[in-house]
């Protein structure tokens, strides 16, 4: 099986790429596909092209899922660990409207990623574990010296007992972070939510007029859950979002919430129409990072923990829906997906 004719050092890349490279035009139909993807599928562009996707076999028919939903809302769309024709893959659907097309890209979903979240999980909670010990010894020590030295000095073992609070705090937070669990499962209105991480964001930072700009859709359907988690969440994003426009001349956040028709859900998950998308126009994150983006420990902050987002990746799952973003210079977004309630009352 060969590839197409090429007619372009692009053209000419893609073809040595070792793994499947597809792409499709806003009609939906494939035009172009490397020797990898025709033999990992089975199937030539000739067949392809006059057959359209139904040609594919069913055990390879879920990589039109990405795609589809990348044509139709105009963004890139990535599917990790999807299970499918007796393997599991990462797929990534990069939409450019200059061409009108879409390039799926298909890379093996290594166990690694997965081994590495939970080695991450275990790493903190071991390191947790030995910790607490030491630290409540080191408490206890410096309440006693705060009794026993003269008053001018007593300030150092209070500076002492904070900080190992401090730590303790983080040690907890490492401990819990695979650990937290809903507390309330009831209806919960997405706009409200937002509104009240925007109040608790207000009150610990001091934000520039104009800052941040909010569109929310007043029919939004109501998700369920625990409306203090995702409050959180939204929070978190907000936070990231403020620490990446630090040094951005004119700094955007975009807070929306909007009703995705289009989303299918992933791996068999029931679909997750209610959208929470938090956007900036910072730098963008790094593509170092954006693989692991939501493994415990990965941060770019120069003193951050590396939690954040794994915490909200967490509460996302938690809730039946899942955390996305698409992320170029000058323009990240975050999107918080979830299932609408099943009795269908609205978030007026």
């Known amino acids: 099986m060969t590839g197409t004719t090429l007619e372009h ?3 000419l890349a893609a073809e040595a790429l070792p793994f499947p490279l597809l792409v499709f035009s806003d009609l939906k139909r494939v035009l172009w596909l490397n020797t990898a993807a025709q033999e990992w599928l089975g199937i030539s562009l000739k067949r392809l092209s006059k057959d359209g996707v139904n040609a594919l076999h069913p055990a390879y028919a879920r990589i039109t899922e990405p795609v589809f939903q990348s044509i139709d809302t105009g963004q890139s769309v990535i599917v990790r660990d999807c299970e499918m024709a007796g393997g ?41 574990h030995e910790l607490k010990n030491p630290l409540a010894s080191i408490r206890g020590a410096a309440q006693l010296l705060e009794r026993a030295v003269p008053e001018p000095d007593r300030d150092l073992p209070q500076t002492i007992i904070e900080d190992v609070d401090r730590i303790t705090s983080l040690a907890n937070r490492w401990s819990s972070i695979g650990d937290v669990e809903l507390q309330a499962e009831e209806p919960v209105n997405l706009n409200r939510v937002c509104v009240e991480a925007l109040e608790r964001l207000e009150r610990g930072a001091d934000l520039a007029s104009g800052l941040i700009v909010e569109q929310f859709d007043p029919s939004l359907p109501q998700g369920r859950g625990d409306a203090l988690l995702l ?37 068999g998950s029931r679909p997750a129409p209610l959208v929470i998308a938090v956007r900036d126009n910072g730098p963008g994150v790094a593509p170092e990072l954006r693989a692991s983006l939501f493994t415990p420990f990965v941060t770019s902050k120069p003193a951050g923990e590396g939690l954040g987002l794994s915490f909200c990746a967490r509460i996302a799952q938690l809730h039946g829906g899942r955390l996305d ?14 299932p609408a309630d099943r009795r269908g009352t609205h978030g007026r």
């Open 88 to 128: 599991r893959y990462d797929l990534s659907a990069s939409y450019d409207h200059q061409a009108g097309a879409t390039t799926l890209c298909v890379l093996p979903s290594a166990p690694s990623r997965r081994q590495e979240h939970q080695a991450a999980l275990g790493f903190g909670r071991m390191l947790a």
């Open 325 to 338: 973003f698409d992320s170029r210079e000058g323009s990240t977004s975050f999107y918080l997906k979830l």
């Open 9 to 11: 050092p692009a053209q």
């Open 231 to 267: 409050q959180q969440v939204v929070l978190n994003l907000l936070q990231n979002a403020l620490d990446a426009l630090v040094d951005t001349a004119d700094p955007k956040i975009r807070v929306e919430t909007y009703y995705d028709a289009l989303d299918r859900g992933v791996e």
